[in-house]
């Protein structure tokens, strides 16, 4: 807590010495329920913007083809579609960033999957669109995870979707944020995120090794800010969901799928 006139403290990245440490040296706020390590991430500042958004938006593109992060999306996808047997579905993609994943889900189906991908910042959904020109099947518009219910009708997607997005937030902002998602979804939520352990944070320091600093930065503090399985299993059991399904891939990156309870 702030003392009574004490100047308050800067979190913003870009002015943080973070090329010294592991991990930045500012904010790491452990959570009460999880344990997970939450810090300011630049890519979250209002000040990362214009050139800096882009690089930082394709660097989040690398990642996602590096880490399979579309793949593992579609493998749920697809179990989601044998589970429930239905061949057409819409698909709400909430904090799409950089728009990667809901382009390679609208395309790799165009006939049978209708996409919408919202992020609550519009220069978020600028850069999205410029990504994923003329594809009828996919939507972009400016929507907040906390107020899907507000922004569309309760059940109006068979699938809710995010991808690297649910770190960003504490416990408790999860468990509402899936929440918010099930409320309109018609059949389950896809939650495709960073594992938390030693062997993602070993390798997530060598990769970014060389990377520029707010990048080497967010890297390595989303990955102490990601879930474990005993993790994925409670915050769900706590938003009133079920793991029906989970797979990982290369150590670093997980998806479940969550039904109601």
Not at 67 to 88: M, P
Not at 157 to 162: N, S
Not at 206 to 213: D, E, G, I, K, Y
Request: positive net charge; aromatic residues 6%.
């Amino acid at each position: 807590m702030q003392a009574q006139g004490e100047t308050p403290t800067t979190h913003d990245p870009s002015r943080a010495d973070i090329s010294r440490g592991f991990f930045s040296p500012y904010r790491r706020v452990a959570q009460s329920l999880t344990g997970r390590l939450l810090s300011d991430e630049y890519l979250d500042q209002s000040t990362c913007a214009g050139v800096e958004l882009t690089r930082e938006l394709d660097y989040l593109r690398v990642i996602n083809r590096a880490l399979r992060g579309s793949r593992l999306s579609q493998s749920a996808l697809d179990f989601v579609k044998s589970h429930t047997r239905v061949d057409s579905l819409s698909l709400l993609d909430v904090g799409t960033g950089s728009g990667d994943i809901a382009r390679a889900l609208a395309l790799s189906h165009p006939e049978h999957i209708r996409v919408v991908a919202v992020d609550r910042r519009a220069e978020m959904i600028e850069a999205a669109r410029a990504n994923a020109p003329a594809i009828p099947n996919l939507h972009f518009e400016t929507g907040d995870i906390f107020a899907l219910e507000q922004q569309f009708a309760a059940h109006s997607f068979d699938v809710v979707h995010a991808s690297l997005t649910l770190h960003h937030f504490p416990d408790e902002a999860v468990i509402a944020a899936l929440r918010a998602m099930a409320g309109v979804a018609r059949h389950a939520v896809i939650w495709n995120d960073l594992k938390r352990g030693a062997i993602p944070t070993a390798a997530v320091r060598v990769a970014t090794m060389f990377a520029m600093r707010s990048t080497k930065h967010d890297a390595r503090v989303s990955v102490e800010a990601g879930f474990t399985p005993a993790d994925i299993e409670l915050l769900a059991q706590r938003a009133g969901l079920r793991v029906l399904w989970m797979r990982g891939a290369l150590f670093y990156r997980f998806v479940a799928v969550l039904v109601r309870r």
